[in-house]
């Protein structure tokens, strides 16, 4: 069987990028690597495949002579006698891919952040509206103060893996194959520790809770996030803390209703005062003020009173007071207020009546004028 096709073989295009090839190669490396294909001669001969079509398209000069000459251009190239040939020549891929580098160099701690935090805040409506400072208290996990995150016992460090002498990896036969795989005494990072710190137990953090003061700004409303750099958990091996973020819940008010950043306030009026107009004690944030209802209000109709509401975060602009007026329809008359209303409601029938016999006497003044000014002529 003659050799396959090195693009064919990492299932990429020929014009395909540096970065799809090296995608590829890192997931076909993933899928037959001995380690979870043990006793699979067939995983085993891809492995190597795989390893020898990326050695050479990889590389610029030896892809143009491949692209040119075929298998001829690049003879000699790529060929590895083992996984372990092949974890030695890419060191950058492995490493990534099961966390260890090639031989004669042990797993690196690398620096990672520490967790993001979240915290449910609960504030009232006037805190939302004016805001506020809360002390709110959390508990965190953040580097050992003791051992300041070496995990050893102070005065102490740690030391060197005797089972696979400082290298982090020892020799591991799989078929055909002597390939290296992490220590399993110290997990492959070369080194242990023989005195754990006390206060950590090795783990390099403790727990602690921290008081912190969270300022929320005028205007928040509920599902708001605030963000607290650097207040999460503290970070590994030297790595930045994560972030805090306090989610906000605002309370229901009895006062005011919310639509945004308007606030909404309903007030009953009788039918009386609709009609006549009426003064109201209407209250804002600031306190009450006194809205003249006008004459001839409808009940449901609203009212806008510009800048009385709630003000956008982070802006210098508010929202509106909105006030909402209900008329009454009284209930329980009695005899007099009945008979007053169907005076009111006679009166209120002749007004057409009355309209049409002013109009009528009107134009007949008017034709009679004319007659007289015509009859003297």
Known sequence: MGRRDYYEVLGVARTASQ????????????????????????????????????????????????????????????????????????????????????????RRRRPTQGADLRYSLNVSFRQAAKGDSVNIKIPRNTTCPECRGTRAASGTGPEKCRHCGGVGQVLHNQGFFQIRVP??????????????????????????????????????????????????????????????????????????????????????????????????????????????????????EIFHLPGRGLPYPGRRQTGDLLVEVRVLTPKNLTGRQEEILREFAALDEQKPLNAARNFIHKVGRAVGEKLSSAGKS
């Open 19 to 106: 970065e799809e090839i090296k995608k590829s190669y890192r997931r076909l490396a993933m899928e037959y690597h001995p380690d979870r294909n043990p006793g699979d001669a067939e995983a085993e001969v891809r492995f190597k495949e795989a390893a020898e079509a990326y050695d050479v398209l990889r590389d610029e000069d030896k892809r143009t002579r491949y692209d040119r000459f075929g298998h001829e251009g690049v003879s000699g190239a790529g060929g590895f006698r083992s996984a372990d040939d092949i974890f030695s020549h890419f060191g950058d891929i492995f490493s990534d891919l099961f966390g260890f580098v090639g031989a004669g160099a042990g």
């Open 183 to 300: 220590c399993p005494v110290c997990g492959g990072f070369g080194e242990v520790i023989a005195n754990p710190c006390p206060r950590c137990k090795a783990t390099g953090q403790i727990t602690e809770m921290r008081e912190l003061a969270v300022n929320i700004p005028a205007g928040v409303d509920s599902g708001n996030r605030l963000r607290l750099r650097g207040e999460g958990e503290g970070g590994m091996n030297g790595g930045p803390p994560g972030d805090l973020y306090v989610v906000i819940t605002v309370e229901q008010d009895d006062t005011f209703s919310r639509d945004g950043q308007n606030l909404l306030v309903t007030r009953d009026i009788s039918f009386v005062q609709a009609a006549l107009g009426v003064k109201l004690d209407i209250p804002t944030l600031d306190g009450n003020i006194v809205f003249d209802v006008p004459r001839g209000t409808q009940s449901g």
